[in-house]
């Protein structure tokens, strides 16, 4: 690699996306330990939900977000989605040349730990799409194949994450969860991987549930192989700017009031639209 | 009019779209008026849902859906869906020629009639951007502007329904309805319109709540008004061949197995794919 380039992409952003705001769990995380580099956050909310889609559909619509992510130079992107981790991390792999996490692999080697050192147990939570590609039981299964990994797909733990049903006592959202989880409960798994970027922020009522399992952010654990990855190869800057922009599919103000609701603070600012359909 | 094209036109099926699977409500009703009639079915359920989304983004899609419908050479169309009634019907009324019925106009004049004669309060129940819009208020103002209108977003709606929580007694669902429209109970209003195709599902549940006021279906109303319009401009076939092809922007399996929660049949056979942003 000519050294003039290497320097150049040193200082280029992190591309980060996901279906819509969900990734900003993993992006809260992934700033927190690189505080000096750039971001460029992508969310599709023209096109949200993803995890209710078909594997083609994810696959489409995951090769035009990392298009856009490219067209802002970034040097490697997070994919902060469990869905399109789960059915298009392979396809966006083959596609690009710069590194590309999903959050796939970071929780499933802190499950198998957590597991190991427990009792073998390991629970898989995520949308229709994460869980009918097996993408978690695979993963945690090729670290120890001894490990029993159960799953379970919570489909409308997403429109309450965006709806803002997530507080402990809430009603709603305690009767979904119980309607998802009082079975699983009963085999008291070790580990329980939040394997959609929403669900971090349901960590409180499906604690209720589960009150004697480990529950792994999927985002965090990327985070954190992002980081080791990026250190690894070179690719971190000295530069120490710390910006951060987010792009939109839909309406600006839409995203960066729904944004507070994970960030709590006020995106609008560096928030800015983009015509998603239009990288093919 | 020439009179072999009047003639080629009577025997074009009636095309209706909605984001998903909420128009079938409405599509039920107008096979169930015009048995003799062919018709196309869109649901763009890789892009659903559309309520949550701003004007341009509805708009474009919208557009889009009409273009496909004319591809097949549809002689009508039905917008079976509330949020494109409330924010796109005049860009498409504009934008083709056919004729063109949301689920605006006969929601509200069934509402208007039924305020009318009992306590003059009209409630309308709809998605973010349906209730943005007021196209509802506006309607029924515009009919008579001493009647009181009430609005509410019920974002959560859309979800329970197509995640099949619809029962009268569902905890999750009734927590939901009760946050939603315990207040608007207190006012008794005589007329209540479920401004999107998805709530006649939910009838159930919402009724639990506003047991004094009759629930308006505003997609039956449309086909009531659609099948007035073509009869009164001869638009209706003779030829009594009462075939519907159904398609979706996604997966053909997923959305006949979703449908049948609609439509309690099984339309795979007649269900076809379309990649919906070609039609631009």
Chains 1, 2 share one sequence.
């Not at 909310?45 to 856009?68: L, N």
């Amino acid at each position: 690699m000519p050294e003039k380039w290497f320097v150049y992409m040193q200082n280029q952003p992190i591309g980060i996306f996901d279906s819509g705001l969900g990734g900003l769990t993993a992006m809260s995380e992934i700033q927190r330990l690189l505080p000096d580099e750039d971001f460029v956050y992508f969310g599709d909310t023209a096109r949200i939900p993803y995890g209710t889609r078909s594997r083609p559909v994810i696959e489409k619509y995951s090769m035009q977000d990392c298009k856009f992510l490219l067209s802002k130079g970034v040097k490697a992107i997070l994919i902060a989605c469990g869905t399109v981790s789960s059915n298009a991390l392979d396809l966006l792999e083959g596609s690009f040349s710069l590194p590309i996490i999903g959050v796939i692999e970071g929780a499933a080697g802190r499950a198998a730990e957590i597991a190991e050192a427990g009792n073998g147990i390991v629970c898989v939570l995520g949308t229709e799409a994460t869980i009918k590609s097996n993408s978690f039981v695979n993963a945690v299964n090729k670290i120890n194949p001894h490990l029993k990994v159960i799953s379970k797909s919570c489909p409308m733990f997403v429109p309450l994450v965006e709806n803002g049903y997530t507080n402990k006592d809430n009603i709603a959202a305690n009767a979904i969860a119980d309607e998802y989880l009082s079975e699983i409960a009963l085999q008291k798994p070790s580990a329980v991987i939040l394997g959609c970027t929403h669900y971090p922020l349901l960590a409180d009522v499906i604690g209720n549930y589960l009150p004697d399992s480990a529950l792994i952010d999927s985002g965090r654990e990327a985070a954190l192989i992002l980081k080791e990855k990026l250190s690894a190869s070179g690719l971190l800057t000295g530069s120490g700017r710390g910006n951060t922009e987010y792009y939109t599919s839909d309406d600006i103000t839409l995203f960066a009031s729904l944004a507070k609701r994970f960030l709590g603070s006020d995106i609008s600012m560096n928030t800015y639209k983009t015509d998603i359909e239009n990288f093919s």
